[in-house]
């Protein structure tokens, strides 16, 4: 670190938090690469109990124009020509090769559906533990409350919040101590709302728990719903993930990084601060 | 002499990043999940799943049934289709007619029933969600035999541990046993009111691509369980000697044998 200003160096993220969200990054990444390549057994989505194969929500398929074939995606009856990237790519020899998503983002990253769903299943284990420990930490340490539930001034003051986010200014000194209200709401709305949608959505498409629990499948609307919901949460926690990564690079990444890594994050004092 | 190196934090990092993303991302990790102790590791989750979903489902649970104007217009057919070998071609063309099922291994009784005697025994009928491992469902209507009814006519030994069903179709088209279709489920699936081995689907005979003459239906797990072109019934007390010794063709291809999720 640098000597120019005055700094204070506070210890920020509890051993807790900084574990379990290393172990969360694993966790998903394995998550969503090995999701993609479950969906890929099938690259369709619909909406209600049963697939409608001729009325699906989004399809990565290939279709014929003319002498050519493409990879087409459909998504609410547009169709989208993605040729290469999604539905169907070509290989230098011009031979071509149907599929969803790129082998490069999936786990394994060749055609394997079995071992798809032994990583998925096994990281999702991982996932459903360590969700558990966080949560169990945060409600009794009492991070939940203190750190990250926003008071109603800050909800009041969103407005002038996202303006200075949005001209990349922020908080220094005593603010940057705590997490600001935009912080807040993006962690409560992953920690709340998508991780555990993720779950039970997982759940609802599983048959032997539908069985015992049959309001898995009224509260998404039937089992091709709450695969469709599960594309749509991950997506959003891929967004999310985008979103933070920017915002840690930005926002002084390796002070960022250090902090979840052994904890001490440093404050600069603005001038004139003792 | 000393020409390491010095590897400092950042550096570690970055390599482990590296390590770590090469491992992961880019069909790298094609050995990672070759790996015998990665696939032993990650095939444990599937003990934790089932113990977690009996502990959670009650054995007598039923899965959701649905109503006529849910059945799907367009039931996917998938795996095996049809069936290209004389024996079973004669079968078909007489319309089974002279095909019996055999019930053997571990049960008092051995059977050999026509279909017209299925037909006779109690029968139950169910229009139950069909939830394929590749992600699609579809909604039929099957009647048939609970599979509790015949088990119960056979006389089933207290030995008995799972039920091994024998199918016609050479799904690995091997030419011989090795690649034909098989499939096993333990005691709480097999007497579970809704498995039954269907002979008719929405209403008429049972289809060809849907498994003629006779197909299972264990409603509370995915697709492949469901085994088509039932031949032959078997009791046994365990799977580890029968063909791969995983309990059913796509569990001897890295498939999980419980497949209730």
């Not at chain 1, 670190?1 to 051993?15: A, D, F, L």
């Not at chain 1, 609410?76 to 990237?85: C, H, K, Q, S, V």
């Not at chain 2, 691509?209 to 797990?221: C, T």
Request: glycine fraction near 10%; hydrophobic fraction near 40%; charge should be neutral.
């Amino acid at each position: 670190m640098t000597n120019e200003g005055k700094q204070e160096v506070i210890y920020r993220h509890s051993g807790a938090v900084r574990v379990t969200h290393w172990v969360n990054v694993v966790a998903l990444l394995v998550l969503l690469m090995s999701g993609l390549q479950i969906f890929n057994a099938h690259p369709a989505l619909y909406f209600g109990s049963k697939s409608n194969f001729d009325d699906p929500v989004m399809a990565m398929r290939p279709m014929k124009y003319g002498e050519e074939v493409v990879g087409v995606t459909t998504i609410a009856g547009w169709n989208i020509d993605t040729t290469n990237l999604f539905g169907l790519a070509y290989s230098p020899d011009g031979d071509y090769e149907i599929r969803g998503f790129p082998w490069s983002v999936t786990l394994p990253g060749h055609r394997d559906l079995s071992t798809g769903r032994r990583w998925h299943f096994f990281f999702a284990w991982l996932f459903v533990i360590n969700g558990l420990v966080y949560l169990l930490y945060s409600l009794a340490s009492g991070h939940l409350r203190r750190d990250l539930a926003p008071s109603g001034g800050e909800l009041k003051h969103i407005g002038p919040s996202i303006r200075e986010h949005l001209r990349l200014k922020f908080p220094q000194g005593e603010e940057a101590k705590r997490y600001n209200v935009l912080q807040k709401l993006a962690y409560l709305i992953v920690v709340l709302v998508l991780l555990p949608l993720m779950l039970l959505t997982g759940l609802a498409m599983s048959p032997g728990m539908d069985a015992g629990y049959p309001f898995l499948l009224e509260i998404f609307g039937g089992r091709q719903s709450a695969r469709t919901i599960h594309f749509i949460a991950a997506s959003g926690i891929v967004l999310f993930v985008v979103v933070h990564l920017v915002m840690v690079l930005i926002s002084g990444a390796w002070n960022n990084l250090r902090s979840m890594i052994t904890g001490r994050y440093v404050i600069k004092l603005p001038e004139g601060q003792p | 002499m000393n020409t390491k190196p010095r590897l400092d934090r950042r550096g570690f990092l970055a390599r482990g990043l590296a390590a770590a993303s090469s491992t992961l991302l880019g069909g790298c990790d094609y050995e990672l999940s070759e790996q015998p102790w990665v696939k032993r590791i990650l095939d444990k989750a599937e003990i934790l799943t089932k113990a977690s979903q009996r502990t959670l489902v009650s054995p007598r649970a039923l899965a959701r049934e649905y109503s006529e104007t849910d059945i799907s217009k367009d039931f996917k057919a998938n795996g095996s289709t049809d069936i290209d070998d004389d024996e079973f071609r004669a079968l078909a063309a007489n319309g089974f007619a002279d095909w019996k099922l055999k019930v053997r291994g571990l049960v008092g009784q051995p059977l050999e029933l026509s279909l017209t005697e299925l037909r006779a025994m109690p029968s139950r009928t169910q229009i139950t969600r069909h939830d394929c491992v590749e992600g699609w469902s579809c909604i039929g209507k099957w009647t048939g035999v609970p599979l509790k009814a015949l088990l119960d006519k056979a006389e089933l030994k207290p030995e008995a541990r799972q039920i091994v069903f024998y199918c016609a179709d050479d799904l690995g088209e091997t030419g011989d046993d090795d690649g034909k279709y098989y499939e096993s489920i333990g005691l709480i699936d097999a007497f579970h009111p809704q498995t039954i081995l269907a002979y008719e689907m929405n209403g008429a005979p049972l289809p060809i691509p849907h498994g003629a003459p006779l197909r299972l239906r264990v409603e509370r797990q995915l697709g492949y369980k469901m085994a088509k072109y039932v031949m032959r019934i078997e009791a046994v007390d365990g799977v580890a000697g029968i063909r791969g010794g995983h309990g059913g063709f796509w569990e001897d291809r890295g498939y999980e044998w419980y497949a209730g999720i």
